[in-house]
């Protein structure tokens, strides 16, 4: 077979936009460390948008990203949940 036709997983990213900095960033992150078990990183913001209330450098969400085996796993148990259905 060929190798450019193997189905393979190098990292998932999770991610989780709240819009805004507070109490449900810091509860997110913690959804996000439980989830993964892994620190998440905070994503900020790098432009200006009046109308949403956001400025740079403000924090709206966080992430982690899970390499190797440990992401095979987290998908596998992730399938699971979705009783192994993708739309």
């Known amino acids: 077979m060929n190798k450019m036709h193997e189905t393979r997983i190098e990292k998932i990213t ?3 936009g709240m819009g805004q900095p507070g109490e449900k960033l810091e509860k997110s992150m913690k959804l996000l460390e439980r989830i993964a078990d892994s620190k998440p990183i ?3 913001t790098m ?3 009046p109308t949403w209330g956001i400025r740079p450098r403000l924090v709206i969400g ?3 990203t899970i390499h190797g085996k440990k992401a095979e796993e987290l998908l596998g148990e992730v399938m699971k949940i979705l009783n192994n ?3």
């Open 62 to 64: 966080s992430k982690v």
């Open 42 to 44: 905070k994503t900020i």
């Open 85 to 87: 259905f993708l739309r």
């Open 47 to 49: 432009k200006r948008i």
């Open 14 to 16: 999770l991610n989780i």
